[in-house]
């Protein structure tokens, strides 16, 4: 059976009551319905429900406004989950010398986020200052830190975090790449591009040009030139990346129907500039 968040309403506040798994009660902000609903979708994804109270509240805001489709919040909901699950991931790969990290990863997994975010912090100082050694667990910090900050919508400490992993572990492609989506999400494009292309560059390395983690950065630096209206560049990107996806995931795979969908924009874009001309 699946788990379903305990709510209060109250007929003139728009705040709720939720247990928390612990015999704790969380506090709910904004429209309970919406929240409700959104910390449900969470705990399904198998997030801790206290953990999933505290992310959405960061999301009240925006998953409360009023031209944001159903689809559109989903898609914020989805994108916090999938930070979730790497962060669990980045978390159990790190050795057990880690200690820190490990007992963040036995805080995260017990909902306690911002307990965490503490000892990640407390295991990067202690890394910091033993940097012959402890360089490369000092970046797996601060990037996990920085995934931390993304989940919880705090954009600009997320992006710092992201160039302090950047900066320890310089040929880390998953770095680079995800430091170029967030300059993506804060509008600093050509900012993005940079970062997408030294992935790239990284990992064309390690892959032949058909792997699908090159379709990945293809894919990403066909969004960037969209966002810059540099729609026959986007194109070009967007078809490369849809070919390598459509051979390697299938038909059906939901990235091939994300960059077919990005390609056809793309190509509705260039259309309606040139039939102004």
Known sequence: MKKQVLMFLFVFLFV????????????????NNTTITYVNKLVEQNIPEKTAVYLVNNLTEQLQKKDQTIAEKDAQIHEIAKKYEDLQKQLSERPDTDTLAKEAKAKLDSGDLPEAERLLKLSMENNLKDMDKKRKSAASDAFSLATIKDMEIKYQEALSYYEKAVELDPQ??????????????????????????????IDRQNFDDNHPQIAIYLNNLGGAYYDLGQYEKAITLFKKSLGIREEKLGENHPYV?????SLKRAEEKLA???GTK
């Open 16 to 31: 709720g009551i939720v247990s928390a798994g612990d015999n704790t009660k969380v506090t709910v902000k904004g429209d």
């Open 172 to 201: 880390n492609a998953l770095y680079l790449n995800d430091a170029g989506l967030m300059y993506d999400t804060l509008g600093q494009y050509n900012k993005a591009i940079d970062y997408y292309e030294q992935a790239l560059k």
């Open 257 to 261: 129907k994300i960059t077919r969908a």
């Open 272 to 274: 309606a500039n040139s």
